[in-house]
């Protein structure tokens, strides 16, 4: 990889800190949404986590025995403004003062998130990202954050997923605030790209010195076989899935084709969004996990030719396809469809079915994943993509939103009975292997 290359690792605020309600903290949308039954795993919630509002130091520790050279983070709105806007709580900005700090302490670099979804519960109160008017508190909270922090942090990530924001938090449902709006969500994607778009302002109005970029996630789409109505079915899953929130950002538009076939956009763009939108960035994070493989429901599988997609590859606890190829021909494919700034794969990684046993995890399903992923990166760079880091999802096992504590992404094992962190023999590996002695 190039000189300069950031190995980091990725948590989010919700997933990893707890202490829910101290220190003058507000309600978030996920606070509400997993306190209420049905709505996640057994009712688990984020209320303590990690604990890492408390155990910030031991994170830090675990990450210098990582050989970690970036964390990505994320701060939290309802920390910092716990009404969402208004009155501004000292004490939520101090905690991450104190973690930049540690973290420069120790020659790891900050990537903080401003948004990874856990809005303040006031402001769902008011429509929440249907509302316009949240993408405008969302500058007002990032310029905040930024003046405090911007003197030590200089790369910023806006948004997290946007497509998880408005798809599964305002259609599907199964994210907070849990609502399903089949026509409205389009306004939550709107708004989200344009709360985007207005905090990159902000941040560089605080901190001109700042990098800063929003973080899309995409899938690998692939038609289930070569059938003319599969295609087309992949093909505009694509548009709606990926497109939808790369075009208005890197091309200022949301894709005619989707737009013409849900009629979407129609009332929210006004004049100017999508200039603002489009704003060009420092830097752009991509993140990937698998492969999304579509077929056209009214189509009978006798009906479909040969040759169908290969389904029966390797899974995870997740059921999402283990299909590394998916991140270098993405990465490659951007780089040549869209005038991409310098890029960073901002999470990749994997949940298995790890096990505790005698105080290790031998989990060698997630070295090889990384490695692969990791080769696919390298890939991605020997065909001309300007690849500048990359982030595993993620630091330690955290709640995974709708599935609890069910799901362990980490390169440690959180033993959530004593808040003790173990590290996975992936995180050895991966020590190692940003350490320069590449085993495997
Ligand atoms: C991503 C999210 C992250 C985590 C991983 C597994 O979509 O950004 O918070 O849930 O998936």
Redesign the pocket.
């Known amino acids: 990889m190039p000189g300069g290359f950031v190995w980091g690792v990725a948590t989010?605020a919700y997933?990893i800190e707890g202490s829910h309600n101290v220190d003058g903290r507000g309600e978030s949308i996920w606070d509400r949404f997993s306190h209420t039954a049905g709505n996640t795993y057994q009712g688990q919630t984020g209320d303590v986590a990690c604990d890492s509002y408390v155990r910030w130091p031991d994170d830090i520790a675990l990450m210098r025995k990582l050989n970690v050279g970036g964390y990505r983070f994320s701060i939290a709105w309802p920390r910092v403004f716990p009404n969402g806007s208004g009155d501004l709580n000292h004490k939520g900005l101090d905690y991450y003062d104190k973690l930049v700090d540690g973290l420069l302490e120790v020659g790891i670099t900050p990537f903080p998130t401003l948004y990874?979804w856990d809005l303040p519960q006031a402001l769902e109160d008011t429509g929440g990202w249907i509302n316009r008017d949240t993408a405008y508190r969302f500058a007002d909270y990032a310029a905040v954050v930024a003046d405090r922090l911007g003197d030590r942090v200089h790369d910023w990530w806006t948004i997290?997923?946007p497509w998880?924001v408005a798809e599964l938090g305002y259609r599907s449902g199964t994210h907070a605030p849990g609502r399903q709006e089949p026509r409205e969500w389009f306004a939550a994607a709107h708004d989200v790209l344009l709360a985007h778009g207005l905090g990159m302002e902000a941040v560089r109005a605080a901190a001109p010195a700042s990098k800063v970029g929003i973080v899309i996630?995409v899938d690998a789409v692939m038609p289930r076989s070569v059938h003319a109505a599969d295609q087309a079915a992949a093909a505009m899953f694509e548009l709606q899935r990926n497109h939808w929130y790369l075009d208005p950002v890197l091309k200022g538009e949301y894709p005619q084709a989707a737009v013409d076939e849900y009629g979407w956009g129609q009332a929210e763009v006004e004049p100017g969004d999508m200039e603002t939108i489009a704003a060009p960035m420092d830097h752009f994070g991509l993140?990937y996990?698998s492969r999304s493989v579509i077929r056209d429901e009214s189509i009978d599988d006798r009906e479909r030719p040969q040759p169908l997609i290969e389904t029966d590859l390797p899974r995870t606890t997740m059921g999402w396809e283990v299909y590394p190829d998916g991140l270098s021909d993405l990465l490659i494919k951007y780089d040549r469809e869209f005038d991409l700034p310098p890029i960073y794969v901002a999470?990749n990684g994997v949940a298995f079915a790890d096990e505790l046993v005698g105080g290790a995890v031998h989990d060698e399903d997630r070295c090889a994943y990384l490695e692969s992923h990791f080769a696919a990166a390298a890939t991605a760079v020997e065909g001309g993509v300007d690849l500048r880091g990359f982030f595993v999802?993620s630091l330690l096992d955290n709640f995974?939103?709708q599935h609890g504590y069910t799901q362990r992404?980490g390169l440690a094992w959180t033993d959530y009975e004593t808040q003790h962190r173990i590290i996975k023999d992936s995180g050895h590996w991966f020590s190692s292997f940003v350490g320069g002695k590449r085993p495997m």
Request: hydrophobic content about 30%.
């Open positions: 989010a997933q990874h997290n997923e998880c996630n993140n996990y999470e999802w995974e939103w992404f």
